[in-house]
């Protein structure tokens, strides 16, 4: 629940369909879980016995895409054990796995854990071995950022040409590799990729230091990187750049970050000279007082301290505006237009836009919602909630044909401002009759063959979900939509639901509704829906978002199943419901677990008076957050409306999740009953005052 999709083997498929990962830490409650790292712990039936988990049914694959039942065992044992971060499990299940097409994976999965310790004869024979294969492209970076840790330069100078990637912290210190054992200056390359990340990163920091001690950076590029700190929360990694500065200096800026109040009333009283240290610790200390106490900020930058550059003072006007939209101030659209106002000059990113958009629609304030969208589309023309709410302000000011259009060219029926649009135009959300004929058998075959595609569903039926996902996604990449289409039955027949959603959605010339929306274990959820009053679509439209009905995966917080119960609600629910006899270890099996799960959702959607965005908010970030968040509307505005509400919701990962939820409810609710479905009405929000209850759910 808490963090909704399971571990990162949703995460990279999610990242290939174009949705973002959330970074920041998702709150929750004992009903929420965890799901943003490797998923732990998933059984499949070949270990059931031996752990004592119940687990999901076996994938019925046959010939070369099916791992013996010992085999697979080894190598959920291996997978497990690499979770954990003991390499033993897999090293002992190598001698027997020798000549198995999953050998890679698991020896892998003993070097991995303890790179620190490799050597690089070593790495050099797991390279010899699998060479060309995703996982020695996974430790092959990995032991490039052990090496930059090690500053072995000259081992890292060698095993760098083979890197294929582009991670930004591996450039770094491969400049500092070139700079520690040529001399070369490569700061200019250090420092483009050091003001592009907001925490600096270990490469980039690495190498910034060792170009620092040499002089390669100046004075004024350093204090540049402090406001990137200071400005995105990093101000302990600020501080360990301080050792480069003046005694004087380091001073100042330990206190604009231990007492940024103080600085910045200081240069309030007195002003600030144009370029001394002075007047950078007090910007330091107005990006620290915008994250912390926004409204303040925004006093003190509006001519409250004389001396700073425009620059400077749009910066931490936009800062303070956005914290104000993510604490969801009432003021914070205005504090918007103040902040343009204060800092013409100033460059908003594209973040910057999406909070201000979202303080715009709350205010109901059309012309910036106009403004915060159109500048979205400037940064990306194919941004769907861009494009949607663009067309909503343009119909809000009067200019209903050129929102007729911008809608026309995002109305579909498979996503959420898809539907969102289609409804817009005042249409029903119906899915379209037909579906692309089924992949013959030669297309079949032909994906069949291919050994990124068996050792995914070899992986996958050994219960290494994560792992699977990854190599599946690896051996997709750049297929067109009659492979995708092919690879995507192959796995829905061996009934792996998560890669089969995997390549079904990244079809982009027709929907095959029966892959992209699958609905297996349908007599559970009759009956789970029936116990519950749960619709059957909102619980499929769940338990898609939770698992990819990956029934036996365990997030890394060790929530559970389908449905995604952390063990502290699974008894809780259970002891509600009466349910006789619940032992901890029936939480994976799929119809306890979608009975505990329908019914915790059920509960959810009583307290929130049926709306199913709330009861979908509560279950991804605990039920306390979202009546909070429905009752900061302004005051004497009228009821919030649901899709803003969805909006404007401040954690990232939450605000997609209801997004996803409601945007499948309302195709599996078609699918279902073959009719017309809205999405609004899923949107609906219960009334700050007939919600209750909230200290009597977990």
């Not at 020695?136 to 083979?162: C, T």
């Not at 929907?511 to 619980?539: C, H, K, L, N, T």
């Not at 939480?587 to 306890?592: A, F, I, K, S």
């Not at 009583?606 to 709306?611: A, I, K, M, P, V």
């Amino acid at each position: 629940m808490r963090d909704g999709i399971v571990a990162a083997a949703l995460c990279a498929m999610l990242l290939l369909a174009g949705l973002a990962r959330a970074q920041a830490p998702t709150p929750g409650s004992p009903a929420a879980n965890g799901a943003s790292g490797p998923a732990r712990g998933a059984l499949s039936s070949a270990s059931a016995a031996v752990s004592g988990r119940a687990a999901a049914p076996a994938p019925a694959a046959t010939g070369s895409l099916r791992l013996d039942p010992v085999a697979a065992e080894l190598v959920q044992r291996a997978w497990q054990g690499f979770e954990r971060g003991d390499p033993k499990p897999a090293m002992a299940a190598l001698p027997a796995l020798r000549g198995s097409p999953l050998e890679d994976w698991v020896a892998y999965w003993a070097l991995a854990p303890r790179l620190q310790q490799a050597t690089p004869t070593e790495y050099a024979a797991y390279a010899q071995d699998w060479p060309h294969t995703l996982p020695l492209r996974r430790l092959r970076a990995q032991w490039l950022a052990e090496l930059g840790r090690r500053k072995d330069w000259n081992d890292f100078l060698q095993v760098y040409p083979s890197y294929d990637g582009d991670d930004a912290q591996l450039q770094c210190l491969a400049a500092e590799a070139r700079f520690e054992t040529t001399g070369r200056d490569t700061s200019a390359r250090v420092l483009s990729l050091w003001d592009k990340a907001p925490s600096g990163g270990s490469g980039c920091n690495s190498a910034a230091q060792s170009l620092l001690a040499a002089g390669h950076i100046d004075q004024q590029a350093l204090w540049r990187r402090m406001r990137g700190f200071f400005a995105s929360g990093q101000t302990r990694t600020a501080l360990e750049f301080t050792r480069w500065l003046m005694p004087a200096d380091r001073a100042l800026v330990r206190e604009a970050a231990d007492d940024p109040v103080r600085v910045a009333l200081r240069a309030a009283r007195r002003g600030v000279r144009a370029g001394t240290a002075a007047h950078r610790a007090a910007v330091l200390a107005l990006l620290r007082m915008a994250r912390d106490d926004p409204q303040q900020a925004m006093r003190l930058v509006d001519g409250g301290v004389r001396g700073l550059r425009p620059d400077e003072r749009g910066q931490v006007a936009w800062l303070a505006a956005r914290t104000a939209s993510a604490q969801l101030l009432p003021d914070a659209a205005a504090m918007f237009r103040r902040a343009r106002r204060i800092g013409p000059a100033w460059q908003p990113t594209a973040e910057d836009w999406q909070w201000c958009l979202r303080a715009a629609l709350r205010a109901s304030d059309w012309a910036l919602v106009r403004r915060a969208s159109a500048n979205l589309l400037l940064a990306d023309s194919d941004d769907s909630g861009a494009t949607y709410w663009q067309a909503v302000a343009l119909s809000r000011t009067g200019h209903a044909r050129q929102a007729h259009q911008l809608w026309l060219r995002i109305a579909r029926p498979w996503d959420y401002y898809g539907q969102l649009a289609t409804e817009a135009l005042g249409r029903d959300v119906r899915i379209p009759q037909g579906v692309p004929p089924a992949p013959d058998a030669a297309a079949l075959r032909a994906q069949e063959s291919r050994r990124g595609i068996r050792e995914a569903l070899m992986l996958y039926q050994a219960g290494a979900y994560a792992p699977a996902a990854w190599q599946w996604v690896d051996a997709t990449r750049g297929a067109d939509d009659e492979q995708l289409h092919a690879a995507a039955q192959l796995a829905c027949s061996r009934q792996a639901w998560l890669l089969c959603i995997s390549a079904s959605d990244r079809m982009t010339g027709g929907v095959d509704w029966r892959q992209r929306y699958v609905m297996p274990f349908r007599q559970a959820v009759a009956s789970a829906s029936r116990d519950s009053g749960v619709g059957e679509a909102f619980i499929y439209g769940i338990m898609r978002q939770e698992s990819r009905f990956t029934a036996g995966i365990r997030s890394w917080a060790g929530a559970d199943g389908l449905m995604q119960l952390m063990p502290a609600t699974a008894r809780w629910v259970a002891g509600k419901i009466g349910l006789a006899g619940f032992q901890a270890d029936a939480v994976t099996q799929v119809r306890t677990n979608v009975t505990l799960g329908s019914a915790y959702l059920g509960m959810l959607l009583r307290r929130f008076d049926g709306s199913q965005a709330m009861a979908a908010a509560g279950y991804n970030a605990g039920p306390g957050r979202p009546a909070r968040w429905r009752g900061m509307q302004l005051p004497g505005s009228n009821a919030l409306d649901g899709a803003i509400f969805t909006e404007s919701i401040p954690i990232e990962q939450t605000r997609d999740y209801v997004k996803h939820v409601l945007a499948n409810a309302t195709v599996y609710a078609a699918l279902l009953g073959d009719s017309a479905q809205s999405l609004e009405s899923r949107l609906a929000l219960a009334n700050p005052e007939q919600i209750s209850g909230v200290r009597q759910m977990p």
